[in-house]
């Protein structure tokens, strides 16, 4: 259907009764026809546009009565207008521009890496001169990735190809092998809160204290240096000596108390909404400022937004940039009870998404005691959580 869009069909319109004697005559011609019917005395026939001029031919030599020809797609209607020439030259210099957008460079695309290796992928690009505005003929994709392979340890592999004229790097990042010692260090899990234990997940070392046990901050919870339990009593002092370097998760619920303060004379920022605004045209990597104003100074938060050209679908590497600077500076503040309690709460609500995260609260209390020049709030909470710490042991 696309390449009949493209290339044109003829609709014909014949006046005639005698079908079998117009097909005879299309098959000695070897005429491919797309469709053919015939109803009270017209033959309607479907043929490419290309083949349309032949059955004409046809029906003039033998007679038939043409009563319509139509012809659908784009071919045809550029037909028409093959005599206008100025309408021709447009045509070619669309297309031509058409080609050189399509071979050129207009958006770089990173898959399967991070910031920091995107940014390193992008500047050995750029080493190589490949950039937007690059012509992609002349890039040597296989030269290319072996310059990137040998210039970094930081790729397991790349491979560098376009699509359309997007310039498509595709990275897998190398796993960095952990650095370990050689001779691990015999080590215990002791415990770093006073609590109950609920569960443990014992993976090298023996265990010392089981579920339900009450443990001391400091009490030894998986011991890495121990005797191997031997059959005769007699000789247990000299069962082997067990060394290892322990590993494992022991659960506890534990109590902990943190403090928070809110004075009333408080410092904020304060953010000026677009304070200032300048627009550039942007060409590639160059700015060329088109709006008046003298060079932002001082203390601004700085927002870019940038709108490309189209043309067809394809970003073009011309747009417009408009950046926004918002002044902001510092001043004391005045707080209310109510206002420095509410924010004390933010405070408590971004330690427990940051210093919590990997436990469970049961349960919590809030104790608020009012002063003069500030509002404390100490936060009784009830965790779980591993509270297994190693300790290094010393061996000979």
Request: hydrophobic share 35%; glycine share 6%.
């Amino acid at each position: 259907m696309a390449l009949n869009f493209l290339t044109g069909i003829t609709d014909i319109k014949i006046k005639s009764d005698n079908t079998t004697k117009l097909i005879n005559e299309l098959s000695k011609r070897d005429i491919p026809i797309k469709k053919i019917t015939s109803k009270s005395g017209e033959i309607n026939i479907t043929v490419s546009f290309f083949r349309h001029k032949q059955i004409i031919e046809i029906c003039e030599s033998q007679n038939y009565e043409l009563v319509s020809v139509k012809s659908k797609g784009i071919l045809p209607k550029l037909f028409r207008y093959r005599f206008r020439y100025g309408i021709l030259a447009g045509i070619l210099t669309s297309l031509f521009f058409i080609f050189i957008l399509s071979n050129t460079v207009l958006r770089i695309q990173i898959s399967g890496g991070n910031d920091e290796l995107n940014s390193e992928i992008t500047a050995l690009l750029k080493q190589q001169n490949i950039k937007v505005g690059r012509f992609i003929p002349n890039i040597d994709f296989s030269k290319a990735e072996s310059y990137m392979m040998l210039n970094s340890n930081n790729f397991a592999w790349i491979t560098i190809r376009n699509q359309g004229a997007t310039l498509v790097v595709d990275v897998l990042e190398k796993t960095k092998e952990p650095e370990m010692d050689r001779l691990r260090p015999v080590t215990n899990l002791i415990a770093g809160k006073s609590g109950v234990i609920t569960d443990v997940n014992v993976y090298i070392g023996k265990l010392m204290k089981v579920v339900g046990n009450k443990v001391r901050k400091g009490d030894v919870l998986v011991a890495g240096k121990y005797r191997a339990e031997s059959v005769d009593e007699s000789k247990k002092d000299k069962a082997k000596l067990m060394l290892f370097h322990c590993k494992g998760e022991i659960y506890a619920d534990y109590d902990e108390s943190v403090t928070f303060e809110q004075r009333y004379i408080d410092e904020q920022e304060i953010i000026s909404d677009n304070d200032k605004t300048r627009k550039y045209l942007t060409i590639f990597d160059l700015e060329i400022p088109i709006s008046p104003g003298s060079k932002v100074k001082g203390n601004y938060i700085m927002k870019n937004y940038k709108s490309q050209f189209s043309f067809l679908g394809f970003k073009l590497p011309i747009g417009i940039s408009k950046k926004t600077y918002d002044k902001y500076y510092f001043e004391k503040v005045k707080l209310t009870k109510k206002q420095a309690k509410a924010k004390l709460r933010r405070k408590i609500k971004l330690y427990e998404r940051n210093f919590l995260k990997d436990k469970r609260i049961l349960n919590k209390k809030i104790k608020v005691k009012v002063g003069k020049k500030s509002v404390k709030m100490t936060v009784n909470y009830k965790l779980n959580g591993n509270i297994a710490v190693e300790k290094e042991l010393l061996t000979k």
